[in-house]
């Protein structure tokens, strides 16, 4: 009788250590950037994100997703302005995010997406996975 006491007591106090832990957690974070390609550029673009940036990020701390995806049409409200692409990057954290974005990898790899873009200015989106 009391093994199983001492047994309910054990398994009921790594479940509440367990739950704090999973409470101090940061939820990870999605990042989304619509993006204005030049349509001469666009396969310049795919290329260099399939070979360069993607496998790149994927070795940083941290990193769960990259992906682009073109925008075939709106079917609802209005397309996000110019932009023909979207990339989306899923972290851990929003600080281990920076940390990436601060590397000296990162420094190398984002020109050679960027430079195929039609301007620099574009919509960064940040989420808090739900």
């Known amino acids: ?25 940061e939820q990870p974070i999605e990042l989304h950037v619509d993006l204005a390609v030049e349509a001469a550029r666009e396969k310049e673009f795919v ?15 941290g990193y769960i997703d990259v992906r682009i995806i073109k925008l075939r049409s709106a079917l609802a409200g209005p397309a996000p302005g110019d932009a023909n692409y979207r990339f989306v990057l899923t972290f851990q954290s929003e ?25 620099k200015n574009y919509n960064v989106l940040l989420f808090d996975l739900a």
């Open 47 to 61: 290329r260099n994100f399939h070979t360069n940036f993607q496998p790149a990020a994927a070795q940083q701390t």
């Open 95 to 119: 600080e281990l995010r920076q940390k990436w974005v601060a590397s000296a990898v990162h420094q190398r790899v984002w020109p050679e997406l960027e430079k195929t873009l039609r301007h």
């Open 1 to 25: 009788m009391q093994r199983r006491t001492y047994l309910k007591t054990v398994l009921a106090a790594g479940a509440a250590a367990a739950a704090g832990e999973a409470q101090g957690k």
